[in-house]
């Protein structure tokens, strides 16, 4: 009898290891913080990275709103904190667990396409295909690896001679639960190669094309078949807390104070060192190799219906800011055109929060690289991180619009 018993309880507890995080009843909240000292709790609350509270959005000045997400027994709690240091606050999602059981389901698509999120193996079985289908234009970069093991895979593409082309880099997935951000540079990598647009044949002809859709692929599995909300690398740092945030962590502005987080437990977690990250040092190396032909380097990720400009760790504007910034918001006029979709344009710091130790702030101090861009994608709360499978197609279309404007403003204004 007792046999059984312990036998039983021993496979309850094996089979809750291996299942997935539930996020029955979770809340995601609008907190608004109106004045400095709420701005101040809000940032120790981020900083303490207690069980049950979860930030989607960073906290940036007063006024600014910031998507949390918390627990069902800590929910009172939220509202305590709201309601005791002149914050306002507004419910957005009563059952994160609802939306992430919408986003899965119809799988009606076979294979991979962007009518609904891809796996890992999705993704990378097509990046991997496209080789044999134009076997003079595509070579597959497959770089070694991240902390389990797994090969970052990316492509470069480049039509006839390289000779003085400047090259493009583009990355996404950085964050593991972006998932519209791989959606999006997927989307743009095949019209670079499919697209009969004659301007857009014009722009994919005239540059060598690095694309590297999932640069943090533990993470990214693990939030596909673990954890949803999971963020971070999958580096074990202490007894529970696993990863750093990987784009807190290269080796530029790295470790910046109130840019970043020491603590391992943190969503913001810099890493022990630069690039301590097995994912943010062998892109850095790869990068290396081509950083100084670049002419645009630009990262995706989401939400916020942001089109940002380096830095983030300092206020001060680049040599080329004024430049960056009227591309930014031709770019985002182009953008809302499709849809209405509206974007802001500024620098990190300007605009969201401090921050330090990201990939564009590392490759426009290195290289001086003269376009680079982060995208913050769809949507601005309403959602989150669970973007709508119906939504991909609408803010792939819309960004690639951009995307291209960005490079016939670039080309115009320094023709001019
Ligand atoms: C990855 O590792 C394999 C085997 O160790 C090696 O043959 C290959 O050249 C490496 N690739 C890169 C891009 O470093
Ligand atoms: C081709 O692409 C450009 C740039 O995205 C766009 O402005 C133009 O309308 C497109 N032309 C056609 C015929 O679709
Ligand atoms: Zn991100």
Not at 178 to 188: L, P, Q
Not at 261 to 289: A, H, V
Not at 311 to 335: C, F, M, R, S, W
Request: neutral net charge; hydrophobic residues 35%; contains cysteine.
């Amino acid at each position: 009898m007792n046999f059984y018993l312990i036998f039983f309880s021993c496979f309850i507890v094996r089979s809750s290891f291996s299942s997935e995080v539930r996020y029955d009843n979770y809340k995601l909240l609008n907190v608004t913080p109106s004045t400095l000292q709420a701005v101040e709790a809000l940032r120790e609350l981020e900083r303490s990275a207690s069980l049950g509270f979860d930030f989607w959005s960073h906290t940036g000045p007063v006024g600014q709103p910031v998507e949390i997400m918390v627990s069902p027994d800590r929910a009172d709690e939220l509202q305590d904190i709201v309601k005791r240091r002149e914050m306002s606050s507004a419910m957005i999602i009563d059952n994160v667990q609802k939306l992430i059981d919408a986003e899965r389901s119809p799988r009606t698509q076979k294979g991979f396409g962007w009518t609904r999120y891809n796996t890992l193996d999705e993704i990378n079985n097509w990046i991997k295909s496209l080789p044999e289908q134009y076997p003079s234009i595509v070579s597959l970069i497959e770089l070694n690896g991240t902390y389990e093991g797994r090969p970052i895979v990316g492509v470069k593409v480049s039509y006839g001679s390289s000779k003085d082309k400047k090259s493009v880099f583009v990355e996404s997935n950085i964050h593991a639960r972006e998932w519209i951000s791989s959606a999006t540079t997927t989307y743009i990598l095949n019209e670079i190669l499919t697209s009969t647009n004659s301007s857009v044949r014009k722009l994919a002809e005239e540059h060598i094309w690095y694309f590297f859709p999932v640069v943090n692929p533990d993470g990214f599995v693990y939030s596909q078949t673990r954890d949803r909300m999971w963020r971070k690398t999958r580096v074990r740092y202490s007894r529970f807390c696993v990863g750093a945030d990987p784009n807190r962590n290269w080796d530029y502005s790295w470790n910046v104070r109130g840019a970043s987080s020491d603590n391992p437990c943190s969503e913001l977690y810099r890493g022990p060192k630069p690039f301590s990250e097995p994912c943010t040092k062998t892109l850095s190396e790869f990068i290396k190799t081509v950083g100084s032909e670049l002419v645009a380097y630009i990262s995706f990720h989401s939400f916020a219906q942001v089109l940002l400009i380096p830095y983030g760790h300092t206020p001060q504007h680049l040599d080329n800011y004024d430049l960056t910034y009227d591309i930014g918001l031709k770019a985002v006029e182009v953008l809302a055109q499709r849809y209405g979709t509206r974007y802001r344009v500024g620098t990190i710091y300007d605009i969201m929060y401090i921050a330090a130790g990201g990939s564009i702030e590392w490759v426009k101090g290195i290289f001086k690289t003269p376009l680079v861009y982060t995208y913050e994608l769809r949507d601005k709360g309403r959602y989150g991180f669970l973007l709508p499978p119906q939504q991909i197609i609408p803010t792939c279309e819309e960004t690639f619009d951009s995307f291209v404007a960005i490079f016939q403003e670039y080309y115009k204004a320094i023709k001019s």
